[in-house]
């Protein structure tokens, strides 16, 4: 089993900057792709960003590419997910995830474990 727990999120201004971070526990997560997903109400839950299991490769939603991005160090069993120039569109609930391969994917059923989530909330 694999816990997930993501934390960082919280309330910024536009054009502010916030640090998710996800600590990983139980089976370790080494061999894994790791990624973040976002949902805002009343929307599904979208793709945001992937990182493969060395950290070699990463893969960024269009909507975030140039802001956000995603690292992971394997010793520590984390990843984070820098933000900045944060918009009201990016208001969400943030969720990290495990991926079924050590190769990025952009869909959830790429992913099998799931944190419960971090809020962060962009204000005009």
């Known amino acids: 089993q694999v816990q997930l727990v993501e934390s960082g999120g919280g309330l910024v201004q536009t054009g502010g900057s916030l640090r998710l971070s996800c600590a990983a526990s139980?089976?370790?997560?080494?061999?894994?792709?790791m990624g973040w997903f976002r949902q805002a109400p009343g929307k599904e839950r979208e793709f945001v960003a992937a990182i493969s299991r060395t950290g070699a490769i990463t893969h960024y939603a269009d909507s975030v590419k140039g802001r956000f991005t995603i690292s992971r160090d394997n010793a520590k069993n984390t990843v984070w997910m820098q933000m900045n120039n944060l918009k009201p569109g990016d208001t969400a609930v943030y969720y990290c995830?495990?991926?079924?391969?050590?190769?990025?994917?952009?869909?959830?059923?790429?992913?099998?474990?799931w944190g419960q989530g971090t809020q962060v909330t962009v204000s005009s």
């Open positions: 139980g089976r370790t997560f080494t061999g894994y792709s």
């Open positions: 995830a495990r991926g079924r391969a050590p190769i990025v994917g952009v869909t959830r059923d790429d992913y099998d474990y």
